[in-house]
Antibody, heavy 123, light 113 residues
Framework: QVHLAQSGAEVKKPGASVKLSCKAS????????IHWVRQAPGQRLEWMGW????????KYSQKFQARVTITKDTSASTAYMELGSLRSEDTAVYYC????????????????WGQGTLVTVSS | DIVMTQSPDSLAVSLGERATINCKSS????????????LAWYQQKPGQPPKLLIY???TRESGVPDRFSGSGSGTDFTLTISSLQAEDVAVYYC?????????FGGGTRVQIK
């Protein structure tokens, strides 16, 4: 069964950075893109970007372009999302999710999700 | 950005009755090249990540019960639960994948009456 295991909760101060991980198992990591989606309290789901785990191509939402970086470690079957210049509005649960389509094409539909990582930004 | 608007915000339905959720996009998500609607539906239960139910507006994901169905085209879409079960209590989201940024509706909370 496909599984995405995310790293534990984080508490950060405003202005800091956070780097979250998402370890994939039970499928070939390099065959699918990994997306990052966040959910702030009382807010709708918000897509941040994706990485093609095969060739490393990335695509980011313009909203986060200046301060987000999504990377991967193929040998560890793990994707990472780093968000900088944190502010209180970044307090949210951050999910990684697998793209539905195998191969180089990114379909932008999410068929498996991690359990989520709560990031709290507070002074 | 394409804005996704869901209605109602919440609804309460008796067990075994039909639940209908609407989703409207601010621009068409029907792609002329393949005549497909780039619209998905997800279910999120408390404390869990979302779960994919429907994609291409009406294609049910493998393993999803057939009481869940999607319909609509262009800018107006509907998710129908034909006979509500207790395990269907959740928040439901629509998502467009016609272009980036990918965007979601605000969610519809379904409860038992």
């Amino acid at each position: 069964q496909v599984h995405l295991a995310q790293s534990g909760a984080e508490v950060k101060k405003p202005g800091a950075s956070v780097k979250l991980s998402c370890k994939a198992s039970e499928y070939t990591f390099t065959n699918y893109a990994i997306h990052w989606v966040r959910q702030a309290p009382g807010q709708r789901l918000e897509w941040m970007g994706w990485i093609n785990a095969g060739n490393g191509d990335t695509k980011y939402s313009q909203k986060f372009q200046a301060r987000v970086t999504i990377t991967k470690d193929t040998s560890a079957s793990t994707a990472y999302m780093e968000l900088g210049s944190l502010r209180s509005e970044d307090t949210a649960v951050y999910y990684c999710a697998r793209d539905q389509v195998v191969g180089a094409t990114v379909n932008d539909v999410f068929d498996y999700w991690g359990q989520g990582t709560l990031v709290t930004v507070s002074s | 950005d394409i804005v996704m608007t869901q209605s109602p915000d919440s609804l309460a339905v008796s067990l075994g009755e039909r639940a209908t959720i609407n989703c409207k996009s601010s621009q068409s998500v029907l792609h002329s090249s393949n005549n497909k609607n780039y619209l998905a539906w997800y279910q999120q239960k408390p404390g869990q990540p979302p779960k994919l139910l429907i994609y291409w507006a009406s294609t049910r994901e493998s393993g999803v019960p057939d009481r869940f169905s999607g319909s609509g085209s262009g800018t107006d879409f509907t998710l129908t639960i034909s006979s509500l079960q207790a395990e269907d209590v959740a928040v439901y989201y629509c998502q467009q994948y016609y272009n980036t940024p990918l965007t979601f509706g605000g969610g519809t909370r379904v409860q038992i009456k």
